[in-house]
């Protein structure tokens, strides 16, 4: 019975420069290119199709040692899957996260991940992962059509439940999905993603649209991005672009990111990777660079830069 | 050197019906069937007979991927065994816990635990598990009898030192135990509880009788419980009275519990199961279910009750 | 992929005696001859001579079930090994605390770790293990020499970068190395440990001398030691002597202490152990006992004494 039972993980350490408001900051960072973690699973086959499993996992800032605070913030999940898709309860990415971070080079990581310049509108809906969550995922044998639907319980949260669900189809070379969340009590914070991507071999282009919505309040963020295989590893580069479209006047801004790196694989297990981002604030913006940058915000209407250069080890 | 170490652990999260007050709460819970956690064990043959071993296990509340403030509070022990029986050192759970678990169908775990009504008759003592307890079990082949003797050395606690013990006797499908635990200061909490079951095949009926003491202050609780085969499970139920005994007459108090519920076996490592559960108290009682339920508190005098529907996955 | 992680740890736990101040503490202590801890290591060969690895170790209090706060605070590290050497990073031990670790017969560890009089001079710079540190250590192919540097970003913490590194020799009976630390922003917080031990085969003498400082504060400390086979197991004893140093006339100290123990091998992998220590404080000296000794702190020019008796287990 313990034989599908798996440890698994990631150790992730950049040496990190980042600059915002003028003050230079050198630092050791966690998760440059993949999230450090640790993490045990494993799947029981029940026979007649149908199978069990369950899935733990605890992110881990290596460079310091310590935990989220509560300690598998990531993911602590049981699943039940047969030919009819997979029921899945706990704690884990609700489907719009997954939506956009499949299109993203850096899957939402590090210094360039396009998470950067998403708001949550002040809501504290929090983007990604809910607790006390319910999860339908279609099964794999659609022709390439797949989705999934979560529903969040709230309970516990002044935020109020939460639903979110995906539709996309991925064959050969194209991946295309639309994702919609609706979270709250009263007024809906509500979050729409597409995505979509295409492998030409030589490069892999992709489009990203977010937008999210609370009240009058509204941004819009547009992704364009490349990924391509380059000697043993590989190069990407992103450009996002994100907007406030709020119906009140006093919170217009724009701002963008460009961040590119490059990953070069040691072997299938461990990498060296270099990435550099730049978060070009307009107006009253003040997006600042994702991960453990230490806290220096950036000032309304400035530009915040980040390069690291970090070895990755997944187990 | 590394063959013997296990991790092994739980998880089993229940969609959860509770209503106390006359609000309504739905939830998703943790731990309806059984406690979900993590843990690593290990024992080494020494030779000769002897025998030494460890056993961490910390408690996930897998709706929300926490876990307890001290994180392997579940259990945290080295024990040397023998033919003279077990030595055991640090945090786990004491005889007189052991022993009314022992004879509740749901193991003192859910909606349903017979310790809902369990009062510790605001002494803060605690039920159930010490830090820094030093334990001697009796050896298997003393022809059915059993045993335990426990002290916890009570630094850093307010409380002082405990001592607690069990004595019991299981053969063919007879299982009777008493145990016995003191705690405190200057005036002492005293717990005494009584259990008894018979495996008749179609039926396994057991019997508990638990009495707690803090001076003036005094608890009794009846169980009557039974756990039966059915298909590929167990159907079980139980019903408990607790009744106040101080002799102070202005805490007097009546409560009952009753719960069932069916565990339907997937395999042997994998359970769907529900239960059901209502507690009725009576004059000043205001004993809650037990679990993940969100914080409404019964009033005084009111009724709670609670039903889940939940996967257990053992690995 | 999965061959090459390992699960590891130990667990040891004592009861111990502990007086200070005239006041007898009687606890079970975790950590008496080596710090409980559960860790996650893995290595993979790359090819070419070039390795890399991880390693996550956190610390156990077994007799309450605790951990550090920071989860990973012994370390979380990432390293790439090749002929040149080891580059780490991460949180781990700087070079310092190997050094003087190196010649005490407990490793810094329990009732007689030599830690227990050396000082940090009000400076809170921390002895050991340090966040956001990047190592190089040399490789084992030269001739017996042996060494490493680490500089430590600082950023997050008050206290500035630190700077530390060593230089050994260690070849067949003789063990001889020196050590420097160098930390803070302002006025620098210096640690310098030299120690030398011969392995005599009867038994192993050492020599520990740290001295550290602190602007006009400065301390010295001498220790003896020696280890020596007994039966299954070793006997051990050291002598350390502390005395204040500083050009500050007020806070002129001196206080030794004296240590030994027996450790008797019930298996590569299990021990039982016992400690003796005892500390005196001269004139203004407040040295106490490491460890989970319950807060019992000695009033200047007082004596602190203990005694434990326990059991250790790795896995």
Redesign the interface.
Known sequence: ??S??????V???A?RYTKANGQD????ASGGNAT?R?G?R?V?D??GG?K???W?ESR????????DS?????????S?WGDFGEVR???FKNSTKLAYEDFDPVTATGLGSVENLYSDLGTKAGLGRY????TYVLPANLGGFYGSVDVA?G??STFGKSYSGRVGYKANAINVSAAYMESGVDTKYKLLTLGASYDFGVAKPSLIYTTTEFGALKQEVWTAAVTAPLGSGSVWASYSDAADKSTVASTKYKASQFAAGYVYN?????ALYTTVSLIDNGEKATFNLNGNV?AVAPAGDGRVGGFDLG?????
């Open positions: 019975a313990q599908s039972v798996t440890l698994f993980g150790v992730d350490v040496a900051v050198y630092s050791l450090s640790l045990v494993g029981e029940l026979g149908l069990a499993g369950f733990l881990i800032n290596a460079d310091a040692g310590t935990t509560a300690f598998w913030a990531r993911r602590s999940t049981i039940v309860l706990g704690r607790d006390n969550q319910v319980a309970e516990g040691l072997s299938k297990r461990t230490p070895v990755r080890h997944n187990f």
